[in-house]
C-alpha cells in the first residue's frame, strides 16, 4: 500500500470523515480510489451503510491504521477517503464570487461551504493561491466543495475576459459605495474579495464597482470569510 503525505502535485487528494465520504458517494463516485478504514471501529448504522455502497461500487477498503498516521487524522477520524482530483470551469449564465489570491486553508473551506449554502456555486481564485484540494480545505467545506464549479485563474484579466460581466469589488477606496445599493443588479455578477491581509489592490476601482460593507468604526476590517458570507447573503435576496 503505497501511500504518502498530501502534496499540491499529486494526482490524488484525501477526505477525513464519515460525512465527507458520504458527500463524494453522492456526488463523484467515480473519483474515489479506496477508503482506509480505521481498525477496531464500532461500526454504527450510518458508517455501515456507507461500507455496503462502497462494496456495491467495487471500491477498494483497507483497514489498517497506518493511513491514519501517515496523514494525520484525528483520533476521532474513522475514514479517509482517497479521490483522484477532478477540474471544473465555471457556468457563464450564473453569479460568481471571485477570490483574489486568499492564502488561508480554513478561511476558503469556510467560505465554499457558505458559498455552497447560498447557491453561489461558482468559485473563481486568483492565483498565487491556496490549493483548494489541499485536505484542510475539503474538510473544512465538510462536502460542500463537491458541489461547487471551482476554476483558477493566473490574474483577473483573464478571468473578465472569459467571463465578461458587472463585478462588485469589496474593498476600502473612496468610490465605494455601500453594497446594499447594488443588490437589485440582475445576473450574472461577480462578487470579488482579496487576500486575507492585503485585501484587493487598488487598480480593481478601475475594472469593478468597489463597493463595502458598512460597519461601526470599533474595528478596522472583516474576516473574510465573515465579509464573503454577509455579501453573499445581501446580494441573494
Known amino acids: 500500500m503505497k501511500l504518502s503525505r498530501y502534496k499540491h502535485s499529486s494526482p490524488v487528494s484525501y477526505a477525513f470523515g464519515a460525512t465527507l465520504c458520504l458527500e463524494l458517494l453522492k456526488t463523484r463516485p467515480d473519483t474515489i480510489k479506496r477508503v482506509f478504514l480505521r481498525p477496531n471501529t464500532n461500526h454504527g448504522q450510518d458508517l455501515n451503510r456507507i461500507l455496503k455502497e462502497l462494496a456495491e461500487k467495487h471500491i477498494e477498503i483497507i483497514e489498517s491504521p497506518k493511513p491514519f498516521n501517515i496523514l494525520s487524522a484525528k483520533d476521532s477520524c474513522l475514514l479517509i477517503t482517497e479521490f483522484t482530483k477532478f477540474t471544473t470551469t465555471l457556468d457563464a449564465t450564473k ?8 492564502s488561508d486553508a480554513g478561511n476558503l473551506g469556510t467560505i465554499i461551504r457558505t458559498a455552497a449554502a447560498m447557491n453561489f456555486n461558482n468559485l473563481a481564485i486568483i492565483e498565487p ?7 484542510k480545505v475539503v474538510r473544512a467545506t465538510m462536502g460542500a466543495i463537491f458541489h461547487l464549479n471551482i476554476e483558477y485563474f493566473p490574474n483577473f484579466e483573464i478571468y473578465t475576459k472569459k467571463y465578461p460581466r458587472p463585478c462588485f469589488a469589496f474593498m476600502l477606496d473612496t468610490k465605494s459605495q455601500p453594497a446594499e445599493n447594488f443588490i437589485d443588479t440582475k445576473a450574472p455578477y461577480s462578487l470579488v474579495f482579496g487576500n486575507e491581509a492585503t485585501g484587493l489592490p487598488d487598480s480593481f476601482a478601475n475594472t469593478c464597482q468597489p463597493v463595502i460593507l458598512r460597519q461601526s468604526s470599533q474595528v478596522d476590517s472583516l474576516n473574510l470569510s465573515i465579509a464573503a458570507s454577509i455579501a453573499m447573503y445581501l446580494f441573494k435576496q
Open 129 to 135: 493561491a491556496v490549493d483548494h484540494f489541499n485536505p
Open 95 to 102: 453569479n460568481h464570487l471571485v477570490l483574489a489570491n486568499p
